[in-house]
């Protein structure tokens, strides 16, 4: 029930669609089962000379009119035609419509997704798996859509089937039904059983299917140490195995589907056999007419199949209902809220930044920063260093409000962080991370796709600051050049550099270079510090950094340990008194010495 | 943009040739795909024969009133129903066979070529591309031969048993048939080719709403801090809209289909029951023979569209099967004269390696090196410095022969590298790179990847030696700790830690560091250093370097500029050149000092 409440709350304004397509369905049913009647009526009647008998008191025809069809018979192949292009007409409309309904369906659906997650705090985006999301997004809505389109138009048509049938059948001959429905809840039974079993079956199929893939995909990105190492055979290998694997997955569950479909075909053709063996003993003793058993014998045969494939759809609907529980989980999620103070884009915040007694932990985890005080003046630039894992990711990360912080508190212009409209506050923040994330689009449209405009001129500018114009101008299609899965493929060092280009080109009040600079060269490095450095007191600057190049630029060093500030000061304070600030820096000037 | 890579579209005539060639590639299965053909031959026969059953009954039980020979007409009905369920199981049985069977051994040969190619191709080629022809394109070619078979005989042999069938009962009915098969085969055709082009699209925008959610989801941080939210949705809106429109399209194009068969279907039993009717009364044909009619010309639609289908889906297949073809007809184009042997893993490498007169470029009219000479003596270790671009990998890359320099020759151990197996000179080769990269499986498999046969105890000693061992122990399950797909439950320098745990229990006699430590944090790297040290001290090691820091033992500095060596020695040495070296040193660490020293005294 919860599955249709699910379904519902996106269907608004489809309804009418919905219900056309229910009665095209039962239009449909209602005219292909007039054809049997009419093929029996001919038979028996025109042809045959009895005396006809309708069925739920139709009129019956004169006798002057019976024998007026006799001789026109093109008549009743005519009503044949007529009767066929209604229904498969019919059959038709209640496909499109439900079609549409069901596209529109998960339209919608994937447009709310879409937002929905987008405006999931990121604290979840840090914690699920990137896989999983996506194929929910896309397989799970798939399911919930075909569920939609398909299984629930082709059971409501079995349902109605069923329903009109059988009083027809009845209506010729009560004992006839008997026989020719004997098999079909056996059928349907079968099909369902079956199709519950070996939904395990299938699954595993799956996963050794997409174990495969994993297994081939990394081979060939990592086909650079599989050649260092020598490893084609160990690889080919471990490939041949996960294909085997695969192909014998696959090969059981042919198997089993062959015995399913022959069994349960020969299921369904034993119950025809009963129709016409039973019909013929009927026949002869004159209980039913031949046209009565033809009508029987089309009719089981349209019933039968549409019952055994209502055994497989009622367990795809446990699919469906899966599928809509997993979406749902990601709906309920509730998102960032979006309110706060926002001022006009256009006014700046002056980049004031001020930790008071600041601890954070992750949910659940321990405390990954502790007691943070730290006040850094509007312009200044700070450098942080410190070991893996000693929070300067997340002290940073805590600033754009990426994440939420529970006990102290971080006042940007003496106003606390979250008092701010989340997005007003991002778009005064320039942040690069340290694996930036590129759009698969044109390095033009990447590095100012935090742009309100296009604007040309200062995209090649924040491209020059970032010492990315002479990389760009080697490419054939320069700033137009397209990059990820469809274009080219940047080094690591001309992302970094390219998100660089992104962050600056904003000329927001606070930058922040989280290990921005790891992969470029010294050289580069150094014409990009230098262009930092022209630019300093335009913003608040906080540069992580391995390197102590960056040094240079910082008006205060910051030194965290286990989350806690170790050091804070100048460099030249710092490099005077023994801790982690001289350690490192004398481990990185040990040639230095040596030479000296 | 690589318009090599674009999916290609449908392709217009069916090309025989290519289509023998996948077949070839089934002859694996011929007796399995001949005994299907019979099976399906055979099935088709039960098929078109039960019809008559129903006309027996009428002719001669129910017309005649005569209970004679019921109970062998029921029996042989239901041996029909037992033949027909043995030949079911068995033809989807087999069919399954031929199908995943063809399938294994293709991918096993594509996946043997690739693993032959050298790196150049992947350079070229993008692993997503790989990935699919190994995947779907191959799965599409099982499926159409082993499928394939099985719809073109039945259909075939239907045809032609209900043909006979009808032609006999009576050939002025059967013309009803004659009328009918075009418009079927015309219908079918021209629908089953539309179909597939509509769900091509279909497909093709699913994959692009795919990219999409992947790009919203990996990208939330970068969405996050940009405030790409809006502008991110209304993009995905408009494909998200186009995606409704191709859906529907396709989808109402599938919903015509088979109404509008069956409709002209319908148009033949209305003229077998006019025209058949008035042979009934005129008692040219039974009233038998008249039922028989009708439920063969309600079945004809049925062959006709399967064998329309399968050809639509030969034209929708036909450019996977060149590109399956075109990975399979790969040339390796590095390749040695010497084939691999056991007498070679008993050789060790001196690490003795000569260039001389190298020439280079990765694409033509863009050298990296001309004439380039040099020569790294067993035992000796090198560092490559310079700015990027300026050959430092492309040498590793040739030293490795993971490329093939256009003119010149590289000897190690004084062998020309083209005349020693690549398995020999990789076997002896320790390689890190600047993006390590490590394969889905625990902790210790990924180390193992080193030396094979190595015991865990070897294992943790090695992960100890690159102090790799303290944050392992911090893992849940620690050695056995998954890592994820390529490593992705750890950071950037815990990958790289691991790589240089898995190089060192190789025991390489030439260690290759290509920026192996730039996300190694310090005080990390100061440890690492000195154990590579320890491993480098009686091998030849080659260290690609950013960081001057990380050289400071080398035996030798080679400072590079634009595919020339222009300074060679050791750092003391260069230093006191006053070149470019000394520039470049002097840059990245007494400009710190200096500032320093002017803030001191200020």
Redesign the interface.
């Known amino acids: 029930m919860k599955s249709f409440a699910f379904v519902f709350s996106f269907a608004k304004g489809l309804k009418l669609r919905y219900t056309a397509a229910i009665v095209f369905i039962i239009l449909a049913a209602s005219f292909s089962f007039l ?1 049997p009647l009419l ?1 029996r009526f ?2 028996d009647t ?2 045959g000379g009895k005396a006809a008998d309708m069925p739920f008191n139709l009129p019956v025809p004169s006798l002057s009119t019976i024998g007026f069809l ?1 001789n026109n ?2 008549l ?6 007529v ?3 209604f229904a ?2 019919f ?2 409309m209640r ?2 419509f439900s ?2 309904v ?3 369906f ?2 919608r659906l ?2 709310k ?3 929905h ?4 705090p ?1 604290a979840w ?1 840090s914690k ?1 798996q ?2 999983d ?2 194929q929910r ?2 397989s799970d809505v798939d399911t919930v859509r075909r569920f939609v ?1 398909l299984q629930f138009v082709q059971l409501g048509r079995s349902i109605f089937m069923v329903l009109l049938i059988l009083p027809i059948m009845l209506t010729m001959n009560a004992k006839m039904t008997f026989y020719s429905t004997l098999v079909v809840p056996i059928v349907f039974v079968y099909a369902y059983v079956f199709f519950k079993q070996v939904r395990r079956r299938f699954k595993a199929q799956d996963e050794a299917e997409g174990y ?21 055979e ?3 290998n471990r ?2 195995k996960a ?2 694997d ?2 014998n997955k ?2 059981g569950l ?2 089993l ?3 399913y ?3 349960s ?2 299921l369904c ?2 119950q025809i ?1 009963l129709v ?2 039973f019909g ?2 009927f ?2 003793n004159g209980d039913i007419t ?1 046209g009565t ?2 009508a029987f ?1 089309s009719y089981i045969g349209m019933l039968i199949w549409p019952v055994r494939e209502m055994g497989r759809i009622l367990t795809d609907m446990g699919r469906a209902q899966v599928s809509i529980g997993r979406l749902q989980e990601i709906l309920d999620t509730p998102v960032e809220s979006f309110d706060g103070i926002a001022h006009d884009n256009s006014h700046r915040i002056k980049g004031e930044i001020e930790f008071r007694e600041l601890s954070f932990s992750y949910e659940g985890g321990s405390d990954i920063l502790k007691d943070i005080n730290l006040k850094i003046a509007s312009g200044e630039t700070i450098v942080i260093l ?3 894992g000693s929070g300067k990711s997340t002290l940073t990360n805590l600033i ?1 409000r ?1 994440f939420d912080y529970s006990q102290g508190q971080i006042l940007i212009d003496g106003i606390d962080l979250n008092s701010y409209d ?2 007003y506050l ?2 005064q ?1 320039g ?1 690069v ?5 590129l ?2 689009r044109s390095l033009q449209e990447n590095i100012g ?2 742009l309100q405009n296009v604007d040309v001129v200062k995209v090649q500018k924040a491209a020059a600051e970032s010492a990315l114009e002479e990389t760009i101008s080697e490419f054939e299609h320069g700033y137009e050049t ?1 990059i990820g ?3 080219i493929t940047l080094s ?2 001309q992302r970094q550099r390219c998100a660089i280009a ?1 962050a600056l080109v904003l000329n927001a009040p606070i930058i922040i270079l989280d290990d921005a600079l ?2 470029v ?4 490095e ?1 014409t990009i510090l230098n262009n930092l450095k022209r630019r300093k007191g335009r913003a608040t600057t906080i540069i992580i950094t ?4 960056s ?2 630029l910082a008006d205060r060093i910051v030194v965290l340990e286990h989350g806690r500030i170790a050091q804070i000061g ?3 304070d710092l ?1 005077n008194v023994p801790g982690v600030y001289q ?2 820096w004398s ?6 010495e ?2 000296g | 943009m690589n318009q090599q890579y674009q999916e290609k579209e449908f392709t217009k005539n069916l090309d025989p040739k290519l289509w023998l060639a996948v077949l070839k590639q089934a002859m694996p299965y011929k007796h399995t795909m001949l005994w299907i053909a019979g099976l399906m031959t055979f099935m088709a026969g039960l098929d078109s024969i039960l019809p008559l059953f129903t006309k027996y009954a009428i002719d001669n039980m129910i017309i005649p009133k005569s209970f004679d020979g019921i109970l062998l007409f029921s029996l042989l009905y239901v041996g029909v129903v037992i033949v027909g369920f043995f030949t079911v199981a068995v033809f989807i049985h087999l069919t399954g066979i031929v199908e995943t069977g063809m399938n294994y051994d293709l991918r096993k040969r594509c996946f043997a070529k690739l693993q032959s190619m050298h790196l150049a191709y992947y350079d070229r080629t993008p692993t997503g591309w790989i990935v699919a022809r190994l995947n779907s394109d191959i799965s599409r070619l099982g499926d159409i031969v082993a499928w394939g078979i099985v719809d073109l005989a039945w259909g075939f042999a239907y045809i032609v048993i209900v043909s006979i069938i009808v032609f006999t009962l009576s050939w002025k009915l059967a013309l009803i048939f004659l009328f009918l098969l075009p418009f079927i085969g015309y219908f079918s055709i021209k629908f089953q080719k539309k179909l597939l082009v509509a769900y091509r699209m279909v497909r093709k925008l699913n994959s692009r709403i795919t990219h999409s959610f992947g790009e919203g989801i990996h990208g939330a941080k970068t969405t996050k801090t940009l405030v790409r939210e809006e502008a991110n949705l209304n993009e995905f809106t408009g494909l998200n809209r186009e995606m409704y429109s191709s859906s529907v399209k396709a989808a109402v194009a599938s919903a015509l289909f088979m109404p509008l068969i069956l409709m002209v279907s319908s148009l033949g039993v209305g003229l077998v029951l006019w025209l058949g009717g008035v042979a009934t009364i005129n008692q040219s044909i039974t009233y038998g023979a008249l039922v028989a009619f009708i439920s063969y010309t309600m079945q004809l639609f049925e062959p006709i569209s399967n064998v329309a289908r399968l050809f639509a889906e030969m034209q929708n297949g036909q450019a996977a099967a060149e590109r399956v073809f075109s990975l399979l007809e790969l040339e390796p184009e590095i390749v040695s004269s010497v084939p691999w042997d056991e007498s070679w893993s008993k050789r060790t490498m001196q690490g003795d390696i000569q260039l001389q007169n190298i020439s280079f470029a990765y694409k033509e009219g863009q050298a990296v090196f001309t004439d380039f000479d040099l020569h790294i003596r067993s035992g000796e270790s090198v560092a490559l410095v310079g700015e990027t671009g300026t050959g430092k990998t492309t040498l590793v890359n040739l030293i490795c022969r993971f490329y093939e320099p256009q003119t010149g020759s590289i000897k190690i151990d004084g062998y020309d590298l083209r005349e020693i197996p690549l398995k020999w000179i990789h076997s002896q080769l320790g390689y890190v790179q600047q993006v390590p990269h490590l394969f889905q499986g625990s902790i210790l498999e990924n180390i193992r990847y080193g030396k094979l046969d190595a015991s865990d105890a070897e294992v943790i000693r090695a992960a100890q030696l690159m102090n790799a061992d303290s944050f392992i122990r911090e893992l849940p399950g620690d050695y056995s700790y998954q890592v994820g797909e390529s490593g992705n439950l750890l950071s950037t320098g815990q990958k790289q830690l691991l790589a240089f745990a898995r190089v060192v229990l190789a025991n390489p006699r030439l260690l290759i560091l290509d920026e192996a430590t730039a996300s190694i944090d310090t005080e990390t790297e100061s440890l690492v250093q000195i154990a590579m040290n320890k491993v480098l001290q009686d091998r030849t090691g080659i260290v690609v370097a950013h960081r001057l820091s990380t050289i400071r033992n080398v035996d030798r500095i080679l400072m590079m500029y634009k595919g020339r060596i222009i300074e060679s020695g050791s750092h003391t040495e260069l230093m006191h050149l006053k070149g470019r070296y000394y520039k470049l040193y002097m840059n990245q660490f007494m400009q710190e000092t200096a500032d320093a020293e002017l803030a001191r005294e200020a």
């Open positions: 054809n093929i001919c038979i025109v042809l006799r018979l093109w009743a192949g005519l009503a044949i035609v009767v066929s292009i498969h007409g059959t038709y496909s499109r079609a549409q069901a596209e529109e998960a339209r994937r447009n997704l879409y937002d997650i987008q405006k999931l990121y985006h699920v990137t896989g999301i996506i997004c896309t389109a495969l893939t994993t297994t081939l995909e990394e081979s060939i990105s990592g086909i650079r140490i599989v050649k260092a190492f020598a490893r084609e160990f690889e080919i490939f041949e294909a085997l695969y192909r696959c090969r042919v198997t589907m062959a015995w479909w022959a069994s075909d020969a053709m034993l056999a016409l063996i013929i003993r026949t002869i031949l058993l033809l014998s410190g070991a893996t754009p990426l989340r997005q991002r778009k923040i942040i991370l340290q694996e930036p994330f759009y698969a796709i935090a397209v899965e469809r274009g690591g060092g992104r790891s992969a060269d010294t050289e580069t150094e391995h390197r102590l190049s040094v240079t100048k460099h030249e490099i350690r490192i481990i990185q000037h040990k040639l230095e040596e030479a």
